[in-house]
């Protein structure tokens, strides 16, 4: 074999050269054309969502409404509805500048002056413990409800009424306090008081004597009238007779039924069972008040739970996302013994 000649070996050597140069360009041109692809996708996607949020609150305005109650479960970007329908979000939540209300500041794409047409209501869905805004016009000659504000608002002001849970606890209190506010002690010492005078009025002598004084100028009567039956007409003097014994009767009917109504009364029995009757509707109202409170508590925390579970989720399905081997790759979790004994 011919010996290769030191002019020969410096152009492979130049050839290679030149191969790594043309490699190493386009790899270098294969990472722009990625980086610009993937550039291009995110610009465009952000730009799809820019449209379409802009397109979904096209036209809206800003209003801001004032609750004096609990706003638990209200977020940022939650739904605003007018009867069902989804007609705006939440764009800020915030305590009122007199550190006594909640501040809800919303964008609400819909015609007419709402601050004097609507009203806004706190709203829970289901038992998920998710709360939105309801608005719903004014009923005519309706109590205005919502609270009132001793400074500027910033935006124009949608006026609120209580939630249906707060309108339930509030008229259980209401009740609760009228019922307390009823002197039923006083109530049974009058009825006491009245059962005492009419025994004593029963039982007066004055008033036997005065009977017996009636029946006998009824007899004298009676007599007077036969001694004065030759002198006077039969007609007046039947018509005395007639009007003395209608006298006598309408009196001992008077006393029988005042008799009867004094034992059919028992007003001190009934007294106390009214009394038992307001403390047993007063004890169960206060029931009926624990158990809403308790019911909504329980709403929020499975609400709560459900957010969680959702966030883990989209969590899980992230990380899958990014490493799908790692579901099959991945290690196991410890055993609950072996967490428990390195205390994580």
Known sequence: MTPATPGCRSSSTGGRGTERKGFMSTQA?????????????????????????????????????FF????????????????????????????APDYRLIE???????????SKEMVAQLTSAGITGITFIELDRKKPGAAEESPGIDFVAEYPIIPSRPSELTRIVSTLDRVMSQFRDIDFKGMGQKVDQTLTSLQKLMGDQRLQRAMSQLEAATAATEKLAARLNLRLSDQTVQELVDNSRAAVAAGRGMLAELERELK????AQTT???????SDLEQRSRQMG????????????IGR????ASANLRDLMGRLQQNPSALIFSQPPPPRRERAATGK
């Open 29 to 65: 041109s294969n990472l722009k054309v990625g980086l610009f692809v993937i550039l291009g996708l995110v610009l465009g996607v952000g730009a799809v969502a820019w449209l379409g949020a802009s397109q979904y609150l096209k036209g809206a305005k800003t209003y801001v409404t």
């Open 68 to 95: 004096n109650e609990s706003v638990l479960g209200l977020q940022n970007d939650s739904t605003v509805k007018y009867r069902g329908v989804d007609v705006g979000r939440v764009k800020a939540i915030r305590v």
């Open 104 to 114: 809800v500041v919303m964008a609400v794409e819909f015609e007419g002056d709402l």
């Open 264 to 267: 059919a009364m028992k007003l």
């Open 272 to 278: 106390a069972r009214a009394s038992q009757l307001f």
């Open 290 to 301: 624990a158990q809403a409170q308790q019911l909504a508590l329980q709403a929020q925390s």
């Open 305 to 308: 739970n459900l957010e969680q």
